[in-house]
């Protein structure tokens, strides 16, 4: 299984791949192809300096003689984390926070509306662990916890909204904890938040072992940017959580996502990019970058030895437009900020050409779905 030194899917093809034969297999990989965006060279330094990669992509849509283009752009942050997992916790999240600072600021240069963290930003991903301390110690307060007020003052700063996934503490409720993301907008106001879904029993993804299934539904948040929805991790592998995010009227999903690849790896670019065709919206999949070593060993219930190392985060962040086309993947192995400037117009003119919310038989599915969960159902089998 590849690890750091395997850098993407996009170089190998490059490199090993003749023009016109390479432009075949991006049509079929990538759909139409996206425009590179011009970034300010002062942008483009300070991420050489800062030692993360600044890839910008701009899809384009049909001009319209009703309604101006709505342009936006986003900024998918994927990273390491900076410290050891072992470091006291304080100085984990401050070294996140600052290294985030230096990303968003660099998104601010390239004019980023909105910016999406990767899935648990300020920690690491030590659900494998299966143990309490220290790790629930990085649970915050979604509406006033140190990271929230870190978001409040990039997103004034800058006049961006910010996503910020984060393991919430909700106080209110008997302390207990919740995969969220903070939706923030760009006035600095909490404008709300959004719980994971679907809780992931798989591999050494323990998650259910701290936080149950979210209750909040499928909001969709109106910003000035556009209506974004934020569907965590796992829950892209379900179609059903994806499309409720598209009634509510969501232009833009986000992915925040912590995956490995000996597990996803294939899963990863069709799921995302699936999800904007079938939904006429675009999406957002971002996933952390690199490995992480924990304390105490742990075993992933396979026989198998324990061990120290979750496995390999790979990285591979990009967006996924409603006509099928999307960026490349940001690179396996590091630190870096995806630009994307969306243009929300061809989210109707995706619908208007295929149809699929048109087409769709909801009123079937939901009355087959309703009778499907009941406890004496009977499978719509036809037998000779
Ligand atoms: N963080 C998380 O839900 N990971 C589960 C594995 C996957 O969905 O690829």
Redesign the pocket.
């Given at each position: 299984m590849a690890g750091a030194e395997w850098e993407s899917l996009e170089q190998c093809l490059e490199k090993n791949l003749p023009p016109a034969e390479l432009r075949e297999v991006k049509r079929l990989l990538y759909g139409k192809e996206t425009r590179k965006l011009e970034l300010p060279s002062r942008a483009s330094e300070a991420a050489l300096e800062g030692d993360f990669e600044l890839q910008g992509y701009a899809f384009e849509a049909a001009e319209e003689q009703l309604r101006r283009p709505r342009i936006v752009r986003v900024g998918l942050v994927q990273n390491r984390i900076p410290l050891p997992a072992d470091a006291p916790v304080a100085k984990q999240v401050s070294a996140i926070h600052e290294r985030i600072e230096v990303i968003a600021e660099v998104a601010a240069m390239c004019g980023v509306n909105i910016i999406c963290f990767q899935?648990a930003w300020t920690m690491p991903?030590a659900f494998c662990t299966r143990e309490k301390l220290p790790w629930t110690e990085f649970a915050e307060s979604a509406e006033a916890g140190p990271t929230t007020r870190f978001c409040q003052k990039l997103a004034k700063k800058y006049d961006m909204v910010v996503v910020s996934p984060i393991l919430e503490r909700d106080e209110e409720h008997g302390d207990v904890l919740w995969n969220t993301a903070v939706v923030i907008s760009s006035s600095g106001a909490v404008l709300g938040k959004t719980r994971?879904n679907h809780?992931?029993r798989?591999?050494d993804?323990n998650?259910s072992t701290y936080y149950m299934e979210g209750n909040l539904g499928h909001p969709v948040f109106q910003t000035k940017f556009g209506r974004i929805a934020v569907n965590?991790?796992?829950g892209?592998?379900h179609p059903l959580n994806w499309l409720m995010f598209s009634v509510n009227g969501a232009e833009i999903i986000f992915n925040p996502?912590?995956?490995?690849g000996a597990?996803?790896e294939s899963?990863w670019p069709i799921e995302a990019r699936n999800a904007a065709i079938a939904n006429h919206c675009f999406t957002c999949a971002i996933n952390r970058v690199g490995e992480e070593f924990f304390p105490n060993e742990f075993t992933s219930g396979d026989g198998k030895k324990a061990h120290h190392n979750f496995g390999y985060f790979y990285g591979s962040s990009y967006v996924a437009a409603p006509d099928s086309s999307r960026t490349p993947g940001l690179s396996r192995n590091r630190d870096g900020l995806l630009v994307a400037e969306l243009n929300l117009n061809l989210c109707r003119q995706m619908s208007d050409i295929w149809n699929f919310k048109m087409t769709g038989r909801y009123e079937m599915y939901a009355r087959e779905l309703t009778e499907a969960v009941k406890p004496d159902y009977n499978p719509n089998i036809v037998k000779e």
């Open positions: 899935e991903f994971k809780i992931p798989v591999g993804f998650e965590i991790c796992y892209r592998h996502s912590a995956t490995i597990l996803s899963l």
